[in-house]
Structure formats: C-alpha cells, structure tokens
C-alpha cells in the first residue's frame, strides 16, 4: 500500500510534497498531475513531514494539492537478457518503444517495461532441486547474441534458500517462473530471468576486488603506448569544444577489447548519438566474425534537451547495466559523455534545493559524488571463480577549455589515465588532439607485469620515449626565441625526432580504415622501429638536410602505417625502415 | 479562466508574487492595470502563494490589481496566416495588422525522440559561397555566428534569409535596435520574401522577459511547420541578449550564480531550444542560425562557450567576412562531395590552404622578411579569395563558386602547385586559361 503525500510547494523541476507517515530517502514517488499524467520523481531531501523530490520530466501545470504517491522503492534498472542492443533513455525506458507509443517526441509520463516481455530465451538450467542458493548464484543460462547469459538468483535476495522446484531446459520469456525457491522462513518464492538493482547502490556481489594489472586496448596508440587503460581501470578525457572529444570516444567505442560497450550520452547533443544508434547496426564487432557492434552494446542516451533530473540518474543506470554483465565474468567498457553534464544536473539541483554552494556554484558533495562514481569502475574475482570488470571512460567538458574547474579536478583525482585534449593540438590539426605532455597514466607502472610479458622492455622504452618528448619540446620551446640559428645541430635534431614521433606515433588519421585502429601488438611492433629512429644517431650536414631527412622517414612509417598488417605492401616498407635503421647514415 | 482578485504581495525585478490557489506551474495570468493588461507566467507555488514572472514589466503595476488566470500554459499561434507577419515577444501582432485566429499551440513543447532522429544528409544552400563551399550548412544543423558588436551579422542573418532554398523563414530577434528591426523589415519586403518569413521580434525597449519567449515562439511554430513537411530555416539574433536575459531573471529569483552572474542551468537552457533543430524522416525540417555576439571577443566566455558544445560548429565573423580558419561545419562530411560536385571537398581544401599559406607570406611581409615569387602569386591569389569570394555580397550557386575557384587558381597557379589531384585537373582545370 502506497504512501500518498500533496504537493504543497513546486519550482522548476523541484517539488516539494507533505506526506503523513515515512518515506525513505532517494525512494521514487510518482506526482499525479491534474492532466492525468504520472511523473516519476525521487525523494532527495527529508525535513519533518515534508519532503524534496527531483522530478524527472517536465513540471509544467502540477498544481499544489496534486497526490504524491511515494513507492517504497529505491530508483532501479531492470537486468535480464535483452539489455544488449537496447536504446535506454536515463531512466532506462526504451525510446524506440516509446516513439511507437508517442510518436516523433517524447511525452511526460509514459513509462515502458526496460526489457521485452514477449521475447522468448532458450534457458539451459544449470541449478537443480534441492539445491541450496542465495543472493547471485546462477541458475541457468540463455544465449544473448555471442554471450552466455547467465541468470542469477536475485542480487537482493535476502537470506539462503533451498529450490524446490526447477525450470527445465526451453523457450521462456523473461517473466516466465524459471524456479520456485523456499527460504529459511519456510515462504516459497517464485524467480524468474528479470531482477531489480537500485542504481545508486554498487552491486557487490564478489568475491574479491582485484587490482587492475591487464591492458584495456582501445586500438588508439597515444593512448594505449604512452597513457593506457586497465580493465577494470578510469580514464577521463577533458577537452574544450571541438577538440575532438566525440571522436575520439566514437572510436573507444568501436574498437575497444572488450565485451560489451555501455554508451550513456549523458546531457550531449542528439545528433551524436544518432551516429551510434543508425551505424552501428551496420559496423562489424571486430572481435568477433559476422556480428555487429550493435550487438556487444547497450545505448543510454538522455541526451541535452531532455530532462536534466533523469540525465543525473543516466550514469548510474548505465553503469549499474556494466556491473550486471560483469557479473557474467565480461569485460564491460562505460563511455560516459559527458560528466560535466551529469555536474551541471547536480548543481541545478542543488541550486534549487539552496544548498550553500561551492566553487562555480557546483555543490559541495561535487567530488565525493565523482569519486564514488568512478570508484564503481573495478576489476573482480567472482564466485565462480571468473574474472569481470568494468571499466569508465568519461569525458568532461571544461568550461573555456580550463582544466582547473571543479568537475574536472574532481575527477582528475579519481581516476586512474587523464587524456587532456587541447586546442593548441587540434588547431593544428594533430589527431587526436590528446596532449602527450599533459596527460598520464597510472596503470603504466601498474600493469608493467602483463605488458612486458609481450616485450620485456615495454615499460621502459615508453618512459625514455617520454623523456624524448620532453626534452624535444623545450628545444622547440627555445627555438620560438633563439632562431634555428641558435640551435645546435644535435637539438636540432632531438626536436626533429620529437617531432617525427608525433607525426608517425601519437597521431592518428581516424578515417583511414587501417590507421584508425592499432592492436596492441602492431603498435609494439611499430614502436619497436620508431624507437630504433629515436636512438640512432643521426648526423646531419645541415639543417635543411635534416628537416628532409625527417621529411622522407615521415612520409614512409605514414605509409606503412596505412597498409595492412603483414601484408605485401606492409613487407615491402618495412624492408625500407629496416634499411634505414641499419643505415650509416 | 478565473478571475481571482487578489492583492499582490510583493513585486522584485520582473517578479511579482501573489495569493492563489489551484494554479499550474506554468501557467499563463494576466495583471489587470486600469487600462492596461500585462501577461505573465507562473514560475513557482508555495502553498497559498504563486510567483509570476511578468512579460511586460512590472512598471506601474499596482498591489491592488487584479490578476487573472487563464488556465493554459504560453501559447502562440500557429497556422498559415502567419507568413508574412511581425509579433513582439508577447505573440502580439506589431505590424499593424490583425489578430491572426488560427489555432494556438503549447511553446516549449518535448523534445525530439533521439530515436526517431536521422542522419542528416542534405544541404541547404544559401548561395554564400563562404557558406555553401567552405562551411556547408547542412539541413538540421544548429549554427551560431560568433561575432562581436559592430560587425554585420544582421546583414548576413538577412541574406541568408533572402537566398537559403528554404519553404519558410522564422526570424526570432531578441534585444533587437529599432534600426535592426527596420533594416531585417525593409530587406525582406524589397526582396519579396516576405510572403514565407514569420517574425518575432523583442526590441531593446522591450520588457526583458519577452525577450526569453522569442526562442520558444518561434521555434514551437518552426515545428509545427516542419511536422507539416515544410524545409524550415530559423534564424535567431542574438542569444546573448536571450543569455544575459535568463541571468537577470535568475538573479532576480535569488538562484545562486555559477559562472559570471549566469545561472547554473544555461547550458541546459540553451540546448533545449538548439536541440530543437532536426530533420523529420519523410517530413520537413528546422536548420537554425543564432547570431551569438561574443563579449570582449572572449570564445570561453560562458555564453559562446556553452554554445559551442551544443551547436554543430559555429561560424565566426570578423572584420565582415566568415573566416575561413576558425568556422567549422561539423556536418559538411555529411554532404560534401556526396550531394555536391565531386570536385567540393578537393576545391575546399586547397582553397583553404592556399589562402592559409598566403596569410603566412603576409605574415613575412609584416615581419620584413625577404618576399619569394611563390610569396608573390600567394599574396595575389589571396586578394583575390578575398574580393571574390569571401565578400559578404558575393551571391553565387555552390555549382558557380566551384567554378569560379577552378578560373581563380588557373589564374595564379601551375596544377602542379595546387596539389589537386590529377583527375581533377584533367577534368575541371579550366583549357582556356592554361598557363
């Protein structure tokens, strides 16, 4: 029996209701508008008998007086087969469904089921009768496009149980009876292949959380060489507008090695995520023969227009979505795009609420809102002894291109790679434009052990790479002022390699179909090379001559990074870089 | 409707706030001055109290009047009728003529179901070869024109508006000078546009709260002519005075500011009426160009920096003329090449990088280096791109441009220089003017 309460004061997307008896905080309540619609919202402040719901769609027309029915329930996804190739609003309400229901826009307060209820899944059980079961031990499986889904006992299942009876092997549909269970208490319940998790609270269920030591391989080669990812691991990418933010997260997003991509456009234009939606039924997956990427991946999408208190809740949902495949021993990939829109939620909200607020007006509870985000990103030992994670890549658009703002210090201090995107790099049309002499990772030293596995000097050649970086830049940096003139010819040529390092390395051309996309044991092989070019000593006559002998090296790695892996052609310039390596020169 | 007589408690800014019961969040109310009536919106209840925001100004209004409620939210008309006519920001008529009676829709409706959106692949031409070639506008796309006060962005809103193959033209100005409004009047009805062009229009003198409902006028009346399946272009000046209008209301409300005065929800703010732009699959369309006036020429100030996230490139003006290097299409990849002359995207380039390394001899000659030959054709070349075509005056079709860059770079160049691919040359290099 639900609680009801009134509405006795309402501003913006803020309402405030009295209730009689208890709510819970962060319970969903539904306001019943005079037009009859029913508007989801979500209690966020207590204070005596009154409390603060955010509401999650348009206020226009709620009246004081207006019915407050309070559910009982936290805020919750809905978790079964059928999650893939879903297009979820931030509340995880289906939009293709909703535009067959609603027409061309959205409509207030229409709410659909997240996953289909008339589809039927081959189930396999894997549990028996008699079996004793608690909280997240599996119960059988359906196949899910390539993946096996696993069906779970309940993650909120309180308690062990014995089960009494079990589904056999066949086509049920999510809500279908799959087993009846008897708990400690003697009550029978009835399981099926559809759960509920709140989104705010991490789901736990592990054994243990591991430390993030293997390579998440986004195919980009600044990222994975010089500052990596780990499964399991957080990576944030700041940059200004246009700077090439978008692509480069479209291109995670196609390429990364993993096993399932969780888009959650979050407060970002609609055209973008159009994209997604409308190719990526037609891209192959490239990890797997005659798939689409459509079907490794799950598109939240509460796009700029749409309403800002379900934009805040969009990340959540999405990564809740990320730690039930990760129940399945999958590695799950969030892109997050952007966090600085899911930011700006929380300081409307706040402002409403009129909180004391902190820097730019952004709440106080800012970074700890960010941290607990990014710290739901993890790499795990489950019960069955399989291995899952989840990892966030998350943008975050700095207000004038200022990395010193509230959202992303707050998050630079969380996370684990930062990649800052800047206009100096993409003015110059040096794709992408991510700034190696900013950005960092920590999983490099992390993850030493499994990378040099593939080439025992790995991580040291990277940090004497870096090195190169550095110091070529300050020559460069010298040269603005003293003329090439003033610049020795060892320098000059120190600059030249910095420079030819940048061309042939850490940039990369997105819309060649073999440049935009590095495994991670070509980019070794390639780097192998490139750092031979780095240490060998290259004399030069004069300057003139050293700027064309960079020119030539240049124009061939280009080259032979656009030809096909071990192909002819790929042969044939490699012989040409191998000349020049053993060279005299 | 009911009328509530009712004595008005306290009057801040734009806001007035009253005792009322069983009103709507945003719903409409009129105050009733003797001989006068002033619209406004409700904008927060609190128990027996309703705060409205009041369109006209609260000038003169008295405690003692009379407010009505009307039992809708804002509306505005909406129907054929409306071609060639001129509102205030109130969705009054100001051209003299009568009230329209058509039926009146909602403004600031849902937004667009993500789902339903398509990849836009069309082009919609404008016949300004700095647009058309260089930047293409593309149907859906949401533009602003970064510019600073004094340059002609009125000038060029209002040859878009005359030249763009578009089936109806809404023009919202906010904040707008009376010359403005005279000038955008004038050039439409001595071009004959008139009769598909729908302004609304808040003047400078206007009260600022109207100056909020112009987007969302004319936007809610774009729609519905683009679900009626027509091509509509939307052309709004200038947001900045639509941004700084949100700040006022929103200090005024007592909202805590988050970046220069300006309220935490400007980027939201601005997106929902940009995001309003789209392509209907088998239906019309909305392409919008805001004129965003940048204050002090400063790109990361809050108003062109959260537009800059929102919108699918931006087009800068400066000293009058788009500048080729900082504008940028987002969507041209979407049409160039594909919908346009094959030539487009090659032509696009080199002109580009050309008039680029030209900017770099000019850079030579300012420094007081020595001037090479090549420096001399460049410098040459680039006098030409100027006067030819990036003159704001220039009106030629996109087919004509292409054209006309193939005649100026046989004028100063050797194919070879240019860099175009041989195909190309073989094809368009105009035989003629062989060097």
Redesign the interface.
């Given at each position: 029996m639900p609680v009801h309460g009134k509405v006795?004061?309402?501003?913006?997307n803020m309402v405030?209701a009295s209730f009689d008896e208890s709510v819970r905080q962060n319970e969903v309540a539904y306001i019943l508008a005079?037009d009859g619609s029913k508007l989801k919202s979500e209690v966020i402040r207590v204070r005596g008998n009154n409390c603060n719901v955010q509401v999650f769609e348009?206020?226009?027309?709620?009246?004081?007086?207006d019915t407050v029915e309070f559910t009982g329930d936290l805020l919750v996804v809905e978790l079964g087969p059928g999650l893939l190739q879903q297009?979820y609003d931030g509340l995880q309400n289906p939009?293709?469904k909703?535009?067959k229901a609603?027409g061309?826009?959205?409509?207030?307060g229409i709410y659909f089921e997240a996953l289909d209820r008339s589809l039927k899944w081959d189930f396999t059980p894997l549990a028996k009768q008699g079996d004793e079961i608690c909280a997240g031990d599996i119960l059988g499986w359906v196949p899910e496009g390539k993946f096996t889904h696993q069906i779970f006992v309940p993650f909120n299942f309180i308690g062990k149980a014995k089960i009494v009876k079990m589904a056999d092997a066949g086509s049920y549909t999510v809500d279908n009876v799959i087993a009846e269970v008897e708990n400690e208490a003697g009550k029978r319940i009835l399981l099926n292949m559809v759960q509920q998790w709140p989104i705010k609270i991490p789901l736990k269920n592990y054994e243990e959380r591991l430390l993030p030591t293997e390579p998440l391989v986004t195919g980009c080669r600044i990222i994975d060489s010089f500052c990596p990812v780990a499964k399991g691991g957080t990576a944030c990418i700041p940059g200004?507008?246009?700077s090439g933010k978008t692509v480069l997260q479209q291109l995670i997003s196609r390429y990364a090695d993993v096993d399932i991509i969780i888009v959650a456009a979050c407060?970002e234009?609609?055209?973008e995520?159009?994209?997604t939606?409308?190719?990526f039924p037609h891209l192959a997956d490239p990890y797997s023969e005659g798939r689409t990427l459509i079907e490794r991946t799950v598109i939240i999408?509460n796009?700029?227009?749409?309403p800002?208190a379900a934009r805040e809740a969009s990340i959540y949902t999405a990564i809740t979505i990320g730690e039930y495949y990760r129940q399945m021993g999958l590695h799950v990939l969030l892109l997050a795009d952007s966090t600085s829109?899911w930011a700006?939620a929380l300081?409307?909200m706040s402002?409403r609420l009129?909180e004391i607020?902190g820097e730019?007006?952004?709440p106080a509870y800012l970074q700890s809102r960010i941290a607990e985000f990014y710290e739901r990103a993890c790499c795990v030992r489950l019960k069955s002894g399989k291995i899952g994670s989840v990892s966030v890549i998350g943008t975050v658009?700095p207000?004038?291109?200022?990395f010193e703002e509230p959202v992303t210090q707050g998050t630079l201090a969380v996370v684990g790679a930062f990649h800052g995107l800047t206009w100096a790099r993409s003015n110059a049309r040096r794709f992408p434009a991510i700034d190696p002499l900013i950005s960092w990772s920590k999983y490099l030293d992390q993850m030493a052990e499994s990378l040099n596995k593939r080439d025992p000097e790995w991580v040291n050649l990277i940090k004497k790479t870096q090195k190169i970086m550095f110091e070529g830049n300050e020559v460069k940096k010298r040269m603005d002022v003293v003329g090439e003139e003033g610049t020795s010819a060892a320098d000059f040529v120190l600059m030249l390699k910095a420079e030819f390092l940048d061309a042939v390395y850490l940039q990369q051309n997105a819309f060649d179909n073999v440049d935009a996309y590095n495994t991670l044991e070509r980019q070794i092989y390639t780097f192998g090379k490139v750092f031979k070019i780095l240490q060998k000593d290259i004399a030069i006559k004069d300057k003139d001559e050293g700027r064309q002998t960079f020119f030539r090296l240049t124009s061939l790695f280009k080259n032979w990074n656009s030809s096909e892996w071990q192909s002819d052609k790929f042969r044939k310039l490699e012989n040409e870089v191998n000349a020049f390596i053993g060279s005299e020169k | 409707m009911r009328e509530i007589i009712t004595k008005i408690d306290e009057i801040t800014g734009n806001i007035a706030t009253l005792k009322a019961?069983?009103?709507?969040?945003?719903?409409l109310a009129v105050v009733m001055s003797p001989g006068r009536s002033t619209p406004g919106q409700v904008?927060?209840?609190?128990?027996?109290s309703a705060t409205l925001q009041i369109f006209g100004g609260t000038k003169g209004i008295s405690t003692s009047d009379k407010v009505r409620f009307l039992g809708h939210?804002m509306q505005v008309k909406y129907g054929e009728s409306l071609l060639g006519r001129i509102f205030n920001g109130s969705g009054v008529p100001i051209d003299g003529g009568p009230e329209p009676v058509e039926e009146e829709i909602p403004i600031g409706?849902?937004?667009?179901?993500?789902?339903?959106?398509?990849?836009?692949r069309q082009m919609i031409r404008t016949n300004i070869p700095m647009i058309d070639l260089f930047n293409s506008l593309v149907i859906?796309q949401k533009l602003p024109i970064f510019s600073v006060p004094g340059e002609p962005y009125n000038q060029l809103l209002a040859r878009v508006g005359m030249q763009a193959d578009a089936d109806i033209i809404v023009l919202g100005g906010m904040g707008l000078k009376f010359d403005d409004f005279t000038f955008f009047r004038r050039t439409f009805e001595e071009s004959g546009v008139m009769n598909r062009v729908i302004m609304f229009i808040h003047q400078a003198s206007d009260p600022v709260v109207e100056c909020l409902l112009v987007p969302d006028m004319s936007l809610a009346v774009a729609e519905r002519f683009a679900?009626a399946g027509k091509k509509v272009l939307v052309l709004l000046t200038d947001m900045t005075n639509f941004a700084d209008s949100l700040k006022e209301i929103s200090i005024s409300m007592e909202?805590?500011?988050?970046?220069r005065g300006y309220?935490?929800?400007l980027?939201?703010q601005l997106?929902?009426r940009y995001?309003?732009a789209v392509d209907?699959e088998g239906l019309g369309s909305i392409t919008l160009l805001a004129v965003t006036t940048m204050p002090g020429d400063d790109?990361?100030?809050?108003i062109p920096?959260?537009t800059?996230?929102?919108t699918?490139?931006q087009f800068y003006l400066r000293r009058g003329v788009i500048d080729p290097f900082g504008s940028?299409s987002r969507?041209k990849q979407n049409v160039v090449s594909k919908v346009t002359r094959k030539d487009h995207n090659d032509i696009m380039n080199t002109m580009v990088r050309l008039f680029s390394d030209c900017r770099e001899s000019r850079n030579k000659i300012a420094m007081g280096f020595k001037v090479s030959k090549w420096d001399e054709t460049l410098l040459a070349y680039g006098s030409d791109f100027e006067k030819e075509m990036m003159d704001l005056n220039v009106n030629m079709s996109i087919e004509d441009a292409l054209d006309k860059c193939w005649e100026m770079l046989a004028r100063h160049f050797e194919p070879m220089q240019t860099g175009l691919k041989n195909d190309l040359v073989a094809e368009f290099w105009p035989k003629t003017l062989e060097k």
């Open positions: 006795v004061a309402a501003y913006g405030t005079s348009d206020t226009k027309g709620i009246k004081i007086g297009i939009l293709p909703l535009s609603t061309l826009f959205l409509k207030r200004p507008f246009g407060g234009r609609a055209g995520v159009v994209e939606l409308k190719e999408c796009t700029s227009s749409m800002v829109r700006q300081r409307e402002g009129e607020p730019e007006a952004f658009s207000a004038g291109g200022n | 019961s069983n009103v709507g969040l945003g719903e904008i927060r209840i609190s128990g027996d939210p409706g849902p937004s667009f179901n993500p789902a339903n959106r398509i990849i836009p859906s679900e909202q805590i500011p988050s970046n309220p935490g929800d980027y939201s997106a929902a995001e309003k209907i790109v990361t100030h809050p920096d959260n800059g996230y929102i699918e490139g940028l969507l």
